[in-house]
């Protein structure tokens, strides 16, 4: 089955509107394509811009229509619309193969479809069917997705405070007065936490998906324990960011499954969930394993094991069973505040 699409890069002239700006101001907007637009970002599509065209020239155009707030990173130059796609890639840190882009043209579908096969390309006539398409329809859509395009823009704000910020990363990271708190799954939060199982492989331990059904059997059973993260600062909510699932034995807990979302990965609280579990089982007096599956994509979340003082102790086929060692584990950095849920119980 084809991969949800993430991120949708739109080109502009007679495919956002009809005819080419540079040659006439008075181009017109297809009102077939601002309802795709518009729907597409209530369910959590990312949208962006690589084209052929003056930027402050679009920019003023795209504000005329109030449509400027929908594209993340748009890419208006005058380069290669496949160098544009891979900036905006670069930018949201999300998979190439969860892209599509629309384009008018035959000749720029095929010099972007050339230098980046993986990504989807479509002619606007397809857009009218965008939205019966399964791949423009995630399975579930929660208040996370929703806000998803708000999220990104309060990243970008705080990425534009940070590169005029004159001080040390820590002494950034301590003024944004960051709250990570860890809860278990509720029933109103089992739909992002399988939307998170499914979109996130880069922090991804393991790479498996879960289903809502399988999440709630969880969740419910007094052998597994499911966790959710949240984080907040100082500038808005990051939204739900991270997951874990444990099974639960009488001597040893294992993680089946920990991952944490791309967006907060320069945030350096990727090992904050990591290092609470591992508290939580020191206290508990059982040892804590966990399964890691190693991928092309998620040697960073292999790292966060080994700083939290994981070592491997088993291979079973491709899974890899690491094991705490609890005399390293390190403190929570002091920039960030760890706060509990009121009901929570590992």
Known sequence: MAAKIKCVV???DNTVWDGILIEDSNVKIKSEVVEVIKTLDSRGILQSISSRNDYETVMEKLKEFSLDEYFLYPQISWNPKSEGIKRIQELLNIGIDTFAFVDDQVFERDEVKYKIPEIVCFDVTDVKTFLKQEIFNPSYITSDSKNRRLLYQNDIKRNNIKEVFEGTEEEFLRLLDMKFIIDRV???????????????????????TYSYEELDKCSKDNNYSVLIS??????????KIGLALIEKKETQWILKLLLMS???MSRGVGAVMLNF????????????????????RNRVMYITYKFAGFYKVDQRENVEILKA????????PDYIQL????????
């Not at 060692?325 to 929570?332: I, Q, R, T, V």
Request: glycine share 6%; net charge negative; aromatic share 6%.
């Open 277 to 296: 579990i591992a508290k939580k089982a020191k206290d508990s007096n059982v040892e804590l394993l966990a399964e890691f599956v190693p991928t092309n």
């Open 339 to 346: 706060m509990e849920g009121e009901d929570l119980n590992v």
């Open 230 to 239: 949240q984080l907040k600062d100082k500038y808005g909510d990051y939204g």
């Open 325 to 332: 060692d609890f005399n390293k584990l390190g403190e929570l």
């Open 10 to 12: 739109w080109d502009l």
């Open 262 to 264: 791309c967006r907060v």
């Open 186 to 208: 509720h029933e109103d939060d089992l739909a992002r936490a399988e939307e998170l199982t499914v979109r996130t492989h880069q922090l991804n331990a393991t790479g498996c």
